[in-house]
């Protein structure tokens, strides 16, 4: 069993920049592929990155190419998701995802663990 736990949200401007992280319990968490979604109130969860276990590839909705970062620590056991140049639309509530194949997922089925969220509200 695996426990993923976010922080790091929190109120930003427009343009700003924030840096989730998500801190995952069990011995196996190397090598597991990570993912990050994100649910904007009244809309379905939606994909925003993916990295596999060993952090060397990564994958990125086209909304936020060039402006997230997805990285991996495997020794803290702790998956991050730079985020910059944030928009209002993208105030959400942002999950981290884990799942039992080492490779990239990309939609919700992919996953099996999650993390309770955490919010990100950019202001305008």
């Known amino acids: 069993q695996v426990q993923l736990v976010e922080s790091g949200g929190g109120l930003v401007q427009a343009g700003g920049s924030l840096r989730l992280s998500c801190a995952a319990s069990g011995r196996t968490f190397s090598t597991y592929g990570m993912g990050w979604f994100r649910e904007a109130p009244g809309k379905e969860r939606e994909f925003v990155a993916a990295i596999n276990w060993s952090g060397d590839s990564t994958g990125y909705a086209d909304s936020v190419k060039g402006r997230f970062t997805i990285s991996r620590d495997n020794v803290k056991n702790t998956v991050y998701l730079q985020m910059s140049s944030l928009k209002p639309k993208e105030t959400a509530l942002y999950y981290c995802?884990?799942?039992?194949?080492?490779?990239?997922?990309?939609?919700?089925?992919?996953?099996?663990?999650w993390g309770q969220g955490t919010q990100v509200t950019v202001s305008s």
């Open positions: 995802a884990g799942r039992t194949f080492s490779g990239l997922g990309y939609e919700e089925k992919d996953y099996i663990y």
